[in-house]
């Protein structure tokens, strides 16, 4: 059973953030492409990899997301044609939970919190946000997946 949290927040300073239309494939490759731009410009990770997805075109034979990865870094850097910089990312108000299994059960995670978000009346106002509390780079066993998702709701009781 997934345990929900309300009122949760999360937050990171200087942020590396790539947007793009990708497939799953093309993702670990950003990521890698991501690590090695930390290594060239002598940054460090300083936080969980963040990633959102904010929609899906299935018309492809593979699908195509429109997906942001967000990595929090040590330092300021000025944005560049690839990467841009964001001093803060915050979100506030967001419900929360834990997924910690394989990358195959994590939509069971999702409906859930779809299902809290309708039966306690909430309206959401971001996408859900998947912050990776292990690093996904690491060889791990796929089912050793530990993600907290958030998503944030309007907390206006209407």
């Known amino acids: 059973m997934v345990q929900i949290e309300n009122e949760k927040s999360f937050k990171a300073e200087n942020v590396l953030s790539l947007r793009k239309k990708i497939t799953k494939s093309q ?9 090695r731009y930390l290594g060239e410009n002598n940054l460090k990770q300083t936080g969980p990899i963040i990633t959102a997805t904010f929609a899906i075109d299935p018309g492809l034979s593979e699908p195509l997301m429109d997906m942001e990865i967000l990595v929090p870094i040590d330092r300021k ?3 560049s044609t690839v990467y841009k910089f964001k001093d803060k990312f915050h979100l506030q108000h967001a419900i929360h939970a834990k997924h910690i299994g394989t990358p195959a059960t994590l939509h069971k995670t999702y409906n859930a919190l779809f299902s809290y978000i309708k039966e306690n009346n909430l309206q959401q106002i971001t996408t859900a946000y998947n912050v990776y509390i292990k690093n996904i780079e690491s060889k791990l066993p796929e089912d050793n997946l530990n993600i907290d998702v958030y998503i944030g709701v309007n907390p206006s009781v209407l």
Not at 27 to 35: F, G, L, T, Y
């Open 77 to 79: 850097i000025s944005s």
């Open 27 to 35: 993702a670990n490759d950003e990521m890698n492409k991501i690590a």
